[in-house]
């Protein structure tokens, strides 16, 4: 249902952008989100988007680097991850949220190298 790209290896200070293609029925009424896990750790959040667009909210961590948004009618959501930095390293989830209904993205990886 979500289909995650555009991870890869990167050195740090680089960009990268990350896509998530949705084939859900109504996705516009789909909050969305993206989340992500190191190696040994826990998923962790990252970022969120309303599913109109007009709010968005993304850990302090990430604050000030990554930007999350979406195009409903390419009913595809981003995650645009600037000054990437080692910490950043890991897989990435996104996900689509209606209520009590979720849905998961198989995950891309991404490895900032310093």
């Known amino acids: 249902q979500l289909q995650a790209s555009g991870g890869g290896l990167v050195q740090a200070g680089g960009s990268l952008r990350l896509s998530c293609a949705a084939s859900?029925?109504?996705?516009?009424?789909?909050?969305m989100g993206w989340f992500r896990q190191a190696p040994g750790k826990e998923r962790e959040f990252v970022a969120a988007v309303s599913w109109s667009g007009d709010s968005t909210y993304v850990a302090d961590s990430v604050k000030g680097r990554f930007t999350i948004s979406r195009d409903n009618a390419k009913n595809t959501g981003y995650l645009q991850m600037n000054s990437l930095k080692p910490e950043d390293t890991g897989a990435y989830y996104c996900?689509?949220?209606?209520?009590?209904?979720?849905?998961w993205g198989q995950g891309t990886k991404v490895t900032v190298s310093s």
């Open positions: 996900s689509a949220a209606l209520g009590a209904q979720s849905f």
């Open positions: 859900l029925r109504s996705f516009s009424t789909y909050d």
